[in-house]
T-cell receptor
Framework: GAGVSQTPSNKVTEKGKYVELRCDPI?????LYWYRQSLGQGPEFLIY????????DSGLPNDRFFAVRPEGSVSTLKIQRTERGDSAVYLC??????????????FGPGTRLTVL | QKEVEQNSGPLSVPEGAIASLNCTYS??????FFWYRQYSGKSPELIMF????GDKEDGRFTAQLNKASQYVSLLIRDSQPSDSATYLC???????????FGTGTRLKVLA
């Protein structure tokens, strides 16, 4: 596709449930990033993939959060035992290289997660 | 101290005026600096980036970087109501490729 796509656009779940959020990056982009954005805040870094491997997962808040990118393209962010505090917009971005400080990230439309 | 700081605003300017948005960062080794615009309910979109000290111009936008003062700014000339949005500053720190974002400055351009 022309841009980064994310599904679903909205997800409502109950506390304690498991959710998966999907990101499809720009074709050919090596690097993929996940961010979380709460109302009135800037995006908060969660994890970054270089190809299939997680190059930096220092932003994952706890072990309930996990992300994979098995074939170096589509990525899935998985959240176990969701809590109300997990409610936010989850943004995915991709960049061509991920190994250059001049690399520009392009964002998808986000998934709005609401935990009731 | 936050890693990237921005005044949350709102910053209100009349149509046609120059809007000046500021950002400071704490990591002296930071290498790259990005400005994104985010409309309400939408995802961030890149306006421009700057890596070297000085000014960089792109149309109505000028980014200014002063690494000694750890300060980056964005000037918007001839502001339009359609420029009303939240402007996010993002920084790539030393030894990393991840962005650290500020909280954003909300800009209102008054017609």
């Amino acid at each position: 596709g022309a841009g980064v796509s994310q599904t679903p656009s909205n997800k409502v779940t109950e506390k304690g449930k498991y959710v998966e959020l999907r990101c499809d990056p720009i074709s050919g982009h090596t690097a993929l990033y996940w961010y979380r954005q709460s109302l009135g805040q800037g995006p908060e870094f969660l994890i970054y993939f270089q190809g299939t491997g997680a190059a930096d997962d220092s932003g994952l808040p706890n072990d309930r959060f996990f992300a994979v990118r098995p074939e170096g393209s589509v990525s899935t962010l998985k959240i176990q035992r969701t809590e109300r505090g997990d409610s936010a917009v989850y943004l995915c971005a991709s960049s061509p290289l991920g190994t250059s400080t001049t690399d520009t990230q392009y964002f998808g439309p986000g998934t709005r997660l609401t935990v009731l | 101290q936050k890693e990237v700081e921005q005044n949350s605003g709102p910053l209100s300017v009349p149509e046609g005026a120059i809007a000046s948005l500021n950002c400071t960062y704490s990591d002296r080794g930071s290498q790259s600096f990005f400005w994104y615009r985010q409309y309400s309910g939408k995802s961030p979109e890149l306006i421009m980036f700057i890596y070297s000290n000085g000014d960089k111009e792109d149309g109505r936008f000028t980014a200014q970087l002063n690494k000694a003062s750890q300060y980056v700014s964005l000037l918007i000339r001839d502001s339009q109501p359609s420029d009303s949005a939240t402007y996010l500053c993002a920084v790539i720190g030393a030894g990393t490729y991840k962005y650290i974002f500020g909280t954003g400055t909300r800009l209102k351009v008054l017609a």
